[in-house]
Structure formats: C-alpha cells, structure tokens
C-alpha cells in the first residue's frame, strides 16, 4: 500500500486551494458584476457560443450560472420542428464554459506568472454524461460546476444542470490548459 506523502495528488490539491484562497478573495457574485460582459471578459466564447447569461455565485472551486433558452436560437432551429428541445451537447457546452469561468482566474494567473501568451481551458474528456430532463425554449436554467481535482495543467470537474429544480444533465469533464496564439 502506498503511503500518502507530500507528492500525493490530495496533498498538491490541498496546497493548490490553500495557496490560491491566499491570493484571491472569492465572494458571492453580484448581479451587477456578473453580466455578459463580464463572462466575455473571462471566457474567449462570443454569440452565437457564449451561452451562459449571467454568473449567480462563484467560490474558489465552485461555480453557478444562468441561462434562459430563448426559441430564435441557431441550435433550437432545426432539432426538432414543431417539438423544440435543447440539443444534449449545448447543455454539456453550457457546464464546460461554466468550468472555464471558474478557471478562468487560475488560467490566467499561470500565464501571468510563466509570462506566456493568454491561456484558456479546453475540454479534453466528458465522462458518464446523463440526461435526464428535457430542457426547451422558455425554460431557464441553473448550470453548476465544481473543481475536484486538479494535477499539473488538467482539471477535473462535476458539472450539472438544473431545469424546474430537478437535474436535467449531469456530467464529468476534464480540461486543461491551452496557450492562445494570435
């Protein structure tokens, strides 16, 4: 059995948040602050693919969002006539960039101090993706995202959404950090 020293994976994710509790104050997100613009300001997505609306709470490994589906949207167009629903993939999409604000202060800061060009997260693995309500135009929704665990570059994370007050997708996702070239 292996012994869990100062190199285990818990005790580098321990370090991480203690280190990074130090440097950031995190509060809950006003309304005010967290608008679209602010979300554009963290997140490289732009319309049509910046989904999220708004921010409702951020903590240091915890993140909460809103999105209302509106029926012009390009993705509700075709799928499907006459019986709209919100396409899986785009619920997915919409916990990812969710993961990608809650990342975005830690992305950015290692590119700070590496002195690299601007980074972002990517994607690089969804896991025991589960749908288990139908999200259509109108609806408005909570979508969730929750940091476990982080080793060198990649993020693990949980992420969820919430359509009526029950879980409409659920998912594990991974990221990790990508440098933007021009």
Do not use: Y
């Amino acid at each position: 059995m292996k012994s869990k020293g100062s190199g285990s994976r818990v005790d580098e994710m321990r370090r991480f948040r203690v280190e990074w509790s130090a440097k950031h104050a995190f509060k809950t997100a006003s309304a005010d602050e967290m608008t679209a613009e602010k979300i554009e300001r963290m997140i490289p997505h732009r319309s049509p693919m910046r989904l999220l609306d708004e921010i409702v709470s951020q903590t240091e490994s915890e993140i909460v969002c809103r999105k209302t589906f509106h029926e012009d949207e390009f993705f509700i167009q075709g799928h499907f006539p006459g019986h709209p629903i919100v396409p899986g993939i785009i619920q997915c999409e919409c916990c990812l960039q969710a993961g990608a604000i809650l990342l975005a202060e830690i992305t950015s800061m290692q590119s700070a101090t590496s002195m690299q060009s601007a980074t972002v997260p990517v994607a690089t693995r969804m896991d025991n993706v589960k749908f288990k309500q139908m999200v259509r135009p109108g609806d408005t929704v909570e979508v969730h995202a929750v940091l476990k665990d982080r080793v060198s570059n990649a993020f693990f994370l949980t992420g969820k959404m919430i359509v009526n007050g029950k879980i409409a997708t659920r998912l594990d996702f991974a990221c990790s950090v990508a440098t933007l070239t021009k």
